[in-house]
């Protein structure tokens, strides 16, 4: 089975980093991508680690241990406008038909205050 | 500019009625989602298609018909026998190569029922 575990709410003030947690306990494992999700919006591409390490984009972070089964996601210089949801996906085994299993977590929801 | 439409933003459902929501990609993406987002839950695949004329279930495809007629379109029709279609719809497109690139959403139908 698949399973993706991230806390469900954090708050952080603006202009303090966070960082948002992912284990996941998946059959097969092919990647894990972050994705932003504003409150009745798309979610919008953010990283993807495949191999472990640290994954640096202006300011935002990925971090991956497979051994470990886990991820995070480091905001840093937080801004008003990173309140949102951050999903947490794992893209698992083959599922046939030239396609991967992609499984996403329920999504922590941030709430950064000034 | 190149993007995913989701049409309708907002729909309302009878009992026993059937209802279609549109998604149309212009990013000549071969591969195509739908994906289903509940109150406090991750995101959970209904439908999918790799290639025009070909389809296959996701996890909770029971309820929910597809069609693939055309690379660019990926309709979805809720159909009576799913009995608890409130929800958020959201409809995904991706390149199937390289391996590692993530889906790109629309911006989501909310239905809810009459």
């Known amino acids: 089975g698949q399973n993706i575990d991230q806390p469900t709410e954090m708050t952080a003030t603006e202009g303090a980093i966070v960082q948002i947690n992912c284990t996941y306990q998946?059959?097969?494992?092919?990647?894990l991508f972050w994705y932003q999700q504003h409150a009745g919006e798309a979610p919008t591409f953010l990283s993807y680690n495949v191999l472990d390490g640290l994954e640096e984009k202006g300011r935002f972070s990925s971090f991956l241990s497979r051994s470990k089964g886990y991820s995070y996601l480091l905001l840093k210089e937080l801004q008003m406008k990173d309140s949102a949801s951050y999903l947490c996906?794992?893209?698992?085994?083959?599922?046939?038909?030239?396609?991967?299993?992609?499984?996403f977590g329920k999504g922590t929801k941030l709430s950064v205050i000034p | 500019d190149g993007g995913i439409t989701q049409s309708p933003k907002y729909l309302f459902r009878k009992e026993g009625q059937n209802v279609t929501l549109s998604c149309e990609q212009n990013l000549n993406h071969d591969a195509m989602y739908w994906y289903r987002q509940d109150p406090g839950q991750g995101l959970r695949l209904i439908y999918y298609?790799?290639?025009?004329?070909?389809?296959q279930k996701g996890d909770i495809a029971e309820g929910y018909s597809v069609s693939r007629e055309k690379k660019e379109s990926f309709p979805l029709t809720v159909t009576s026998a799913q009995k608890n279609p409130t929800a958020f719809y959201l409809c995904?497109?991706?390149?199937?190569?390289?391996?590692?690139?993530?889906?790109?959403f629309g911006d989501g139908t909310r239905l809810s029922i009459l």
């Open positions: 998946t059959s097969g494992f092919n990647g």
């Open positions: 298609s790799q290639i025009v004329n070909d389809f």
């Open positions: 995904a497109s991706k390149r199937t190569a390289p391996q590692g690139l993530p889906q790109h």
């Open positions: 996906a794992v893209r698992g085994a083959y599922s046939g038909a030239g396609s991967y299993q992609l499984t």
